[in-house]
């Protein structure tokens, strides 16, 4: 069986918190944080920092000695574990598996009045009206679920 483990991260953290986090960290990590203004080097601080020791944990090896390498689409892996992390806003997640590619997408909310009502790449929640089965009626709003469609 398949198992997928996943977590949030919350990326306000306490300074220390966020400094020891940051020494977890591979020196191109370091480089693009330094890159950031400090609302987002603070979110990826914490986002990268969390995932090293997720996986450090899961691999058995000190978090700032996890090697990543890179698949084609930049996601990031290590012998045994595949990775997902996404981040949005303050909230990171963090999705880890043996055995296959994983995605995970974590998204900001915003009110109702400023987004589109089914984002480009989301799942249509109703099925069309020609199918079998489908209802006359107007679909529930939103008509779009929250799983995000991976390529």
Known sequence: MDEVHVWLVR???PALVLARLAGLLDERERARAGALDPVRRRRFVAAH???RLLVGA???VAPQLVRWTFGPHGKPEVDGVRVSLSHSGDLAAVAL???????VDVQRHTPASTRSPCPRGTFRRTRPATSPGASSGPPPSPPCGRARRRA
């Open 11 to 13: 990326s306000p953290l």
């Open 49 to 51: 920092g969390a995932a």
């Open 58 to 60: 899961r691999v058995g």
């Open 97 to 103: 598996t043996p055995a296959r590619a994983v995605g």
